[in-house]
Every structure is written in C-alpha cells, then in structure tokens.
T-cell receptor, first 111, second 113 residues
Framework: DAKTTQPTSMDCAEGRAANLPCNHS???????VYWYRQIHSQGPQYIIH???NNETNEMASLIITEDRKSSTLILPHATLRDTAVYYC????????????FGQGTTLQVKP | ETGVTQSPTHLIKTRGQQVTLRCSSQ?????VSWYQQALGQGPQFIFQ???????GRGNFPPRFSGLQFPNYSSELNVNALELDDSALYLC????????????FGEGSWLTVV
C-alpha cells in the first residue's frame, strides 16, 4: 500500500501558484519524498525529490515540514500544460526501483 | 527527454498468447523496473533488476518474467495472456545511489482480446 495520502483532485487558475499537499505521517528516516506527474497516456515525469530540506528546481519547489510528516509541491505559475495527475511517493534509500504509487491528485489548471 | 525508450508503443494480443515488451536506456543506469498501469489506476510495481538479476518483485504471478542485458536494455515477458493483462506497461531506469532519480519511458499499451 502507498504510504502517502493526497487529495483526489484540485483546481488552479492559470498563472497562479498550485500548492499540492501530501501526507506521509509514517515516513522513515531513510525515505525520500518524490513527486512525479503523469499527463494523460504518457509515462510518469519526474518533478523533484527531497529528504528533509526544501528543494527547488526549474519545475517546482518542494516544502517538507520539519517533522517530515507532510510536504507540499508548489508549481509557482501554473499553465494549462500542468494539468496532470501528481503522485507523491516515499522511497527507501538504496531501493532504487520500487516506487509505490497511490491514486495521486488530479490537478486541473483552468484559464 | 528521459533517454528511456520502449517498444512497441501499442500492440494487440489474443488471450493465451505470449508477449515481449522492450525497453532501453542510456549508459550509467544499472537498475530497471517494470510497472503495470490499468486504466484509471496508478502504476503497480511488477519487478526490478539490478546487474541483470531480479532484485525485488511485486504481487504478480510467475508468468510475468523479465531480463536485463549488459547493453542497458531490458525485456518484460508475459505468458498465457489474460484479458486483465490489458494495461500500459512502463519501464523505469535508475542508478543505485542514495536518493537517485528514476526515469520512466512512455510505455507500451497492451490490449488483450
């Protein structure tokens, strides 16, 4: 079973920031938080990952709470092309391949 | 651009037949994993290979098998196809280091009739 809980769906206005929450209250000390997204009928696309510090790259920012029990993915200026299913995944260090996907959050960016 | 390629992109098979799906990656990736994604569901882990040996398996029967080759390619084989095997099959490559990123291909759509 997935170790994360996400809202089923969210809406966001184009140009605004999209904040996608994720709960991972049972995360272990050696588990990273990963975010992927999947646009209809395509393979999952890597977005960002982190262990305990906040991370930022060209796509998004990842904010992890101090107790690491939850995190938020931030898309700073959402576009229509960001409409997708977003998956939050915890992954054990050293277990390279296995990702346990939950149902994810369907983000709908609206004009 | 992930550097992961899968083939074929779409195929149709008859129940009871066998299918082989292929996947390749750029050099430096030494682990490969395969996932099955039914319509409307998240991807489900089938198994992973590290240095050409199976190194973890999900809840899939033995008729799902795989191979990893030294040239950064891999195969997923499914025998005795069932209608429920109809799904998107994804492969993903990574490098076994702490916190490494896993990159997915675009998948192979399998329809069993």
């Amino acid at each position: 079973d997935a170790k994360t809980t996400q809202p089923t769906s969210m809406d966001c206005a184009e140009g605004r920031a999209a904040n996608l929450p994720c709960n991972h209250s049972t995360i272990s000390g050696n588990e990273y938080v990963y975010w992927y997204r999947q646009i209809h009928s395509q393979g999952p696309q890597y977005i960002i990952h982190g262990l305990k510090n906040n991370e930022t790259n060209e796509m998004a920012s990842l904010i992890i709470t101090e107790d690491r029990k939850s995190s938020t993915l931030i898309l700073p200026h959402a576009t229509l092309r960001d409409t997708a299913v977003y998956y939050c995944i915890v992954r054990v260090v050293g277990n390279t391949g296995k990702l346990i996907f939950g149902q994810g959050t369907t983000l709908q960016v609206k004009p | 651009e992930t550097g992961v390629t899968q083939s074929p992109t779409h195929l149709i098979k008859t129940r009871g037949q066998q299918v082989t799906l292929r996947c390749s990656s750029q050099s430096g990736h030494n682990t490969v994993s395969w996932y099955q994604q039914a319509l409307g569901q998240g991807p489900q882990f089938i198994f992973q290979y590290y240095r050409e040996e199976e190194n973890g398996r999900g809840n899939f029967p033995p008729r799902f098998s795989g191979l990893q080759f030294p040239n950064y390619s891999s195969e997923l084989n499914v025998n005795a196809l069932e209608l429920d095997d109809s799904a998107l099959y994804l492969c993903a490559w990574g490098r076994e280091t702490s916190g490494n990123t896993i990159y997915f291909g675009e998948g192979s759509w399998l329809t069993v009739v």
